[in-house]
């Protein structure tokens, strides 16, 4: 049966707001407890200097249910970062919600084309990317060699 959707509003908040902390320490629990402790973070962790555009959703209690952000990238470009839905608020249009709105912050920034990394034991994380138009690419950057990362891309267009 489907869940009916959340409606939600999105908008930047700084990456280290009360709030946003507390998604990205609940991202990183379900990480760790997938992967192990610090395993499944190749490269240098995200910080608010690192990713200056972080988006909250927002449920209409004001409850903040999930998070994204961008990650500009040397050479141009960005990388979507901290994907995350709390469980309560999953399989209800919030991550895709908040995925368009960083796509939408990546285009207002003149950017054409997002990258991002999944890992191995997100099989719910690699079908809705390439549900909403992300195609897998060759592992990038800091993910190169790592076993157990999945790059994906979209051009914006």
Not at 10 to 24: Q, V
């Amino acid at each position: 049966m489907p869940t009916e959707a959340l409606p939600v509003t999105i908008g930047r908040e700084p990456f280290d707001s009360p709030d946003a902390a507390t998604l990205r320490a609940a991202q990183r629990a379900e990480l760790d407890a997938r992967y192990g402790n610090d395993s499944h973070e190749p490269g240098p962790v995200p910080t608010a200097d690192s990713v200056p555009v972080f988006l909250v959703a927002r449920d209409d209690a004001g409850s903040a249910v999930g998070c994204g952000g961008l990650r500009p990238l040397d050479g141009g470009g960005a990388e979507v970062k901290r994907m995350y839905v709390a469980p309560h608020a999953r399989g209800r249009g919030v991550s895709t919600a908040i995925l368009r709105a960083i796509e939408d912050e990546a285009r207002a920034m003149g950017l054409a084309r997002l990258v991002l990394e999944t890992g191995s034991a997100q099989p719910d994380a690699m079908r809705f990317y390439e549900r909403e138009g992300y195609t897998r690419i060759a592992n990038f950057g800091h993910y190169a060699d790592s076993e157990l990362s999945l790059c994906y891309a979209r051009d914006l267009g």
